[in-house]
């Protein structure tokens, strides 16, 4: 048989006889593995932050989107809302609104945590404040036309709208809105005032200025915003406004100067 396997080219395979004294193993050498990647750290779980109740920095459309959203969630928070009706076929009122919300948020975690997302949304947009400074400006002309006299007689028709976008520029803001908007509000506030004193007709500015029918919510606008600042960002805020301190009080109007002076003793 081995000859025929030779004649045929395949060779026998013959067992080695092992040397003497030198050991065997008896089982195959199990192979080793090294693992390069050291085991990754157990993802520790953090904790959302903290939310603070309370529903400055939503506009009305944001607190009725956050009402909808834990009603759908929360259904039982319908009897919630049913106490903050003024009466049973009434609608909720903004303010009705805000308390609604709130009660929820103190009941349910999920509802205050989104608030916080949303108040985060509504106040990373950076508000400018260019339309209302243009609206204010051509309410300031819009009587040019007419003679001195006509003018007097209608200021009203100036002096009632330009103040509701005094007051409704600094409304639009809270604690929480950007910083952005916060000085974009005071040069708003600070180029509607310049204009009634250095671009009104003679008569208008007699009415807004001469017999004070704008000075205060002018004063009380400006003042709103700065209190919505601290530290060095006040400061600037300050010294952007301070024109139209000047301006003010060289009319006998000293309720922002004094603010501002008190402001600048305290920091």
Same mark, same amino acid.
């Given at each position: ?9 395949? #060779?026998? +395979? @013959?067992?080695?006889? *092992?040397?003497?004294?030198?050991? !065997?193993? =008896?089982? /195959? %050498?199990? #192979?080793? +593995? @090294?693992?390069?990647? *050291?085991?990754?750290?157990?993802? !520790?779980? =953090?904790? /959302? %932050? ?218």
């Amino acid at each position: 048989m081995p000859d025929e396997l030779a004649r045929i080219g395949i #060779r026998p +395979t @013959v067992a080695q006889t *092992p040397a003497a004294g030198v050991l !065997q193993p =008896t089982t /195959p %050498a199990k #192979r080793s +593995t @090294v693992d390069l990647d *050291p085991p990754s750290p157990k993802r !520790q779980r =953090t904790e /959302p %932050a903290p939310v603070e109740l309370t529903t400055d920095g939503l506009n009305a459309a944001a607190v009725t989107r956050v009402l909808l959203t834990a009603v759908g969630k929360h259904p039982e928070t319908r009897e919630i809302i049913e106490l903050h009706r003024p009466t049973i076929l009434a609608g909720l009122s903004e303010d009705g609104s805000r308390k609604a919300l709130l009660a929820i948020a103190q009941i349910y975690n999920d509802v205050l945590q989104e608030i916080g997302v949303v108040r985060e949304q509504e106040n990373a947009q950076v508000q400018r404040f260019e339309q209302d400074v243009a609206g204010a400006i051509r309410l300031l002309h819009s009587l040019d036309r007419l003679r001195p006299s006509q003018q007097y007689e209608r200021s009203h028709e100036i002096q009632h709208p330009l103040n509701e976008t005094l007051e409704d520029i600094s409304s639009r803001l809270s604690r929480f809105s950007s910083l952005a908007s916060k000085f974009n509000a005071l040069a708003a506030l600070s180029r509607i005032g310049l204009a009634i004193f250095y671009d009104a007709d003679g008569e208008i500015r007699k009415a807004l200025i001469g017999y004070g029918g704008s000075t205060g919510p002018l004063a009380e606008s400006v003042i709103s915003v700065l209190e919505l600042l601290e530290g060095d960002d006040k400061v600037a805020g300050m010294e952007d406004a301070r024109s139209l301190s000047d301006a003010l009080a060289d009319y006998g109007y000293s309720e922002l100067q004094d603010y501002m002076d008190e402001a600048e003793a305290e920091l």
